[in-house]
């Protein structure tokens, strides 16, 4: 039978498979690097066909992290992980509480070389239970005196990763006027279109669960179904639910000037970036675009500026953007190829002054 989901090559430092004990739910920690630091990549919580679509996923993330955190400066290297749901199962409180037990034991068993937080699937209050077994995360409640919620700092990058981008293929950074079309209202994509419509937006959205029909209600903007968004025209098309989204007949029929947004691996293969070019359709890479969160949870655990500091450190994504524009055009290569360039010279400082201890 063949995997929905074949794995990918595998390049990472160790990566850790179990069975936890107390959930009985299959559980996967990937550590792709800790040249830049201390890994960092959150915890997913989702339902797979079987457990090697779940391995494959934490794998292709926890490299997606690495580039991420490097491309955003961070002294921190790439990790993710995943607790699989099987078809079908709805976890009650017991569970859901003893598979992230289970998820803390995994992680302590990599002695700090990777720290999680939360992700799809799962919240601060997940974390509070994962710190039960290990002090290798980050991101819990604020009630408890943690950094809380990062959806907002996420979403603050991906809107002045907008305002970059709208430069670039508009003329002008200003939302208003600007027909947008958000697929995924999740934490970040609600934020997303709330900021977006009060600004003024020609605004489109979506999402997989019909319930989020309500918030396009509140805000008063069009509604249309997931697999019609990306036919909308739009000046900006913003993947922000699951990965994979941009296939080659999506790319071929997509009617937008660009595309930028916080979902992780949109592309469901690495070429579509060249098929988006070639079609003159400018792709924001996703792991700049979305790297907001994750540069608020590390910079505030590790207490590196006051929180208005930081959040201007998450701002700063829209310059960075713009960077990369400008070194793909000047290089002729897709702006893909130049965050991936951005990354890799990180990488390749970090592991110089690595080798040099």
């Not at 002008?172 to 977006?196: F, H, M, P």
């Not at 489109?204 to 918030?215: H, Q, S, Y």
């Not at 941009?246 to 979902?263: F, K, M, Y």
Request: with cysteine; proline share 5%; aromatic share 4%.
């Amino acid at each position: 039978m063949t995997n929905a989901l074949p794995l990918p090559d595998f390049t990472h430092e160790r990566v850790e498979v179990m069975t936890g004990r107390r959930s009985g739910l299959f559980i996967a920690v990937a550590l792709h690097s800790s040249v830049l630091g201390s890994a960092l990549g959150g915890a997913r919580l989702w339902t797979y066909p079987s457990w090697t679509d779940a391995l494959g996923d934490a794998l292709r993330l926890s490299a997606a992290m690495t580039l991420k955190n490097a491309a955003a400066g961070l002294d921190a290297g790439g990790g993710k992980s995943v607790i699989a749901l099987p078809p079908g199962t709805v976890l009650d409180a017991d569970r859901r509480r003893a598979a992230f037990l289970d998820l803390g034991d995994a992680v302590d068993s990599l002695g700090g070389l990777y720290r999680t937080a939360e992700d799809v699937g799962s919240t601060t209050e997940d974390m509070l239970v994962v710190s039960e077994q290990t002090p290798h995360v980050v991101g819990l409640p604020d009630t408890v005196g943690g950094s809380g919620e990062p959806a907002g700092p996420t979403s603050l990058g991906v809107y002045a990763s907008l305002v970059a981008t709208l430069e670039r293929v508009a003329g002008a950074g200003d939302v208003a006027g600007r027909r947008i079309t958000i697929a995924g209202l999740g934490q970040v994509g609600s934020r997303l279109a709330e900021r977006l419509a009060a600004e003024g937006a020609v605004l489109t959205v979506t999402d997989v669960n019909p319930a989020k029909r309500a918030l396009a209600a509140e805000l008063g903007v069009s509604w249309v179904e997931p697999g019609e968004a990306h036919l909308i025209p739009a000046d900006v098309f913003v993947p922000a639910g699951i990965g994979g989204v941009l296939t080659d007949e999506v790319i071929d029929a997509l009617d937008a000037r660009a595309v930028c947004g916080p979902a992780n691996n949109p592309l469901a293969d690495r070429s579509g970036a060249e098929r988006l070019s070639q079609r003159g359709i400018l792709y924001a890479p996703d792991f700049v675009v979305n790297a907001g969160g994750v540069i608020y949870l590390d910079l505030v655990a590790k207490e590196r500026g006051t929180l208005e500091q930081i959040m201007g450190r998450v701002a700063g994504i829209g310059d960075t953007v713009r960077r990369i524009f400008d070194e793909a055009a000047a290089r002729g290569v897709t702006p893909l190829a130049a965050a991936e360039g951005l990354a890799a010279a990180r990488l390749a400082a970090g592991a110089a002054t690595t080798a040099l201890v």
